[in-house]
């Protein structure tokens, strides 16, 4: 059964910022690794998807690695605003022969102070 | 705006109430889900549809039914509501199953409390 695991589980850094987000998984057989963004009582918001065959996504600020063989992905923010307080969620969707739907992890819960 | 649309997105129930949360997609998308998300166990299927007519359980289907009679509504079907079904709901969609490089759309959720 495919485990995702989110470190840290909280996370607090002044504005300005270069941080790093880690994601984890126990099975290699993946066909996709989405990262999304959930405000608090809001729903998810896509921020990255990352094919099996890709090593890495870019939007903006944010770049998202992964490393299929390894089972780890990271989400790199620059330059951190306050305007990225957030939890972030990590979700694997796996292949068909290990099952195809998405396995989240609990999530990142981010705060950038001003 | 498209997207994903759920109603209600506040419930109260009593014990053994049944209702209906409901789901509405406007991007011709062919697979839909039902997600529910509990602090310290993240989000977990409950069941899914890649198709008018389809739909399969997923992880945590027990007390639920869905159907799927048409491509843009997927409603999820509370019988007899417990308090164990207090949590977030989140309906997803997708072009297909196998989302490529579109990935998954998420409603903005309905918040329940079975009291």
């Known amino acids: 059964k495919q485990e995702v695991t989110q470190i840290p589980a909280a996370l607090s850094v002044p504005e300005g910022e270069n941080l790093v987000l880690n994601c984890s998984f126990t099975?290699?057989?993946?066909?996709?690794l989405q990262w999304f963004r959930q405000d608090p009582g809001k729903g998810l918001t896509s921020l990255l998807l990352?094919?099996?065959?890709?090593r890495e996504q870019t939007s903006g600020r944010l770049n998202a690695s992964l490393d299929k063989s390894s089972g780890r992905s990271t989400l790199y923010i620059a330059a951190s605003q306050p305007g990225d307080s957030a939890t972030y969620l990590c979700?694997?969707?796996?292949?068909?022969?290990?099952?195809?739907?998405?396995?989240f992890g609990e999530g990142t819960q981010l705060t950038v102070n001003p | 705006n498209a997207g994903v649309t759920q109603t209600p997105k506040f419930q109260v129930l009593k014990t053994g109430q049944s209702m209906t949360l409901q789901c509405a997609q406007d991007?011709?998308?062919?697979?839909m889900s039902w997600y529910r998300q509990d602090p310290g166990m993240g989000l977990r299927l409950i069941h899914y549809?890649?198709?008018?007519?389809?739909?399969d359980q997923g992880e945590v289907p027990n007390g639920y039914n869905v159907s799927r009679s048409t491509t843009e509504d997927f409603p999820l079907r509370l019988l007899s509501a417990a308090p164990s079904q207090t949590s977030v709901y989140f309906c997803?969609?997708?072009?297909?199953?196998?989302?490529?490089?579109?990935?998954?759309?998420f409603g903005s959720g309905t918040r329940l409390t079975v009291v």
């Open positions: 997803a969609s997708s072009y297909s199953l196998w989302t490529g490089n579109y990935g998954y759309t």
């Open positions: 990352i094919q099996s065959s890709q």
């Open positions: 979700a694997v969707q796996g292949e068909e022969t290990s099952g195809s739907r998405l396995t």
């Open positions: 991007m011709n998308h062919e697979y």
């Open positions: 099975d290699s057989a993946i066909y996709n």
């Open positions: 549809s890649v198709g008018a007519g389809i739909t």
